[in-house]
């Protein structure tokens, strides 16, 4: 199904998460001697994306997008929605791990493959089954106020990698 176009913005940021999810997955499968600084590289990388981009569209989900899906349904019901949203948190604590090991120099390529795994699954979750939902629900004139207040907020995030 085409994506509504309120929800590009949105879909824009999971595509350069993917991106990012590919890189580090690349260097996590470099041979031993050159790993460590590869995996450092990428991580470096994806905390750059993460301030730029990746917060800011966490703060377009919950502040824009699932507001809107829950004047038609109940979220507490929705076990995609609750996971969606301690997946949020889950990937907010792993960052947090990846860039205080990072400021102590090392990175645990356990940590990053985790952190890989779980952006993968949840920009799939949101894709496939949340968006959907939403776009099927939502009438049209209400998905173009709600793309107004994403590209608001968007604008400020950008996403550039
Ligand atoms: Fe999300
Ligand atoms: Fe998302």
């Known amino acids: 199904m085409k994506r509504h ?32 600084a590869a995996v450092r590289a990428v991580t470096r990388k994806f905390v750059r994306f993460w301030k730029k981009a990746g917060q800011v569209h966490f703060r377009e989900e919950e502040e824009v ?20 949203l301690a997946e949020h948190a889950m990937i907010r604590a ?10 102590s120099g090392g990175v645990d390529g356990n940590d990053v493959a985790t952190l890989a795994q779980t952006l993968h699954d949840h920009v799939r979750l949101e894709e496939n089954e949340i968006f959907p939902r939403i776009e099927k629900i939502l009438s049209e004139d209400e998905m173009r106020v709600m793309g107004k207040e994403l590209h608001r907020l968007h604008k400020k995030g950008e996403c550039a990698v």
């Open 5 to 36: 176009e309120s929800l590009h913005p949105l879909s824009q940021h999971h595509h350069f998460a993917l991106i990012q999810v590919w890189e580090m997955r690349r260097a996590l499968k470099q041979p031993a001697a050159k790993r460590a």
């Open 65 to 84: 997008l699932l507001p809107a899906y829950a004047r038609y349904a109940r979220l507490d019901e929705d076990k995609d929605v609750m996971r969606m």
């Open 94 to 103: 792993l960052i947090g791990n990846v860039e205080a090991s990072l400021a």
